[in-house]
């Protein structure tokens, strides 16, 4: 490959990688928000939230597609680049992190609405199922609403 077309292959990979780090590092501030939203059950500011995160997603998927043509179609500009991709690893660890105390938090709050329900329809929050594997749903006597 020419001088030139490599060095506009380099060019191009170190600036996929800097808007991947760039937008890493928003999905991260993203999940902050997102983790205060579930805390303070705010619904709009979780959608908000969900909806940029989104965005976010794709435009790493579009990226990451990006950088591994570059990467495959120059070579030795991703062994120079290499850690520049560790630190965009590095952070989407911290943002695999995030989104599992999120996912704990919602979690949490379905046990809590479902322990809601089963107390006021009289219905057990987990099903049970007989030893020929049907399935039963045993009632209170007195369920303490109707729907």
Do not use: F
Request: proline share 5%; aromatic share 2%.
């Amino acid at each position: 490959m020419n001088k030139p077309m490599s060095s506009e292959l380099s060019e191009a990979l170190a600036a996929t990688l800097a808007e991947m780090r760039e937008t890493v590092d928003a999905l991260v501030a993203t999940l902050g928000e997102e983790h205060q939203a579930l805390e303070h059950a705010d619904t709009p500011a979780l959608d908000r939230a969900g909806a940029t995160k989104l965005i976010q997603m794709r435009k790493l998927d579009r990226l990451d597609a990006e950088r591994v043509q570059l990467s495959n179609a120059a070579p030795q500009a991703a062994d120079r680049l290499k850690p520049a991709w560790t630190q965009v690893l590095q952070s989407l660890e911290k943002c695999r992190l995030h989104n599992q105390r999120n996912g704990g938090l919602v979690n949490q709050r379905l046990a809590q609405v479902r322990r809601a329900l089963s107390a006021l329809t009289g219905e057990r929050d987990e099903p049970v199922y007989d030893p020929a594997g049907l399935l039963h749903s045993p009632q209170r006597s007195q369920p303490l609403a109707q729907a």
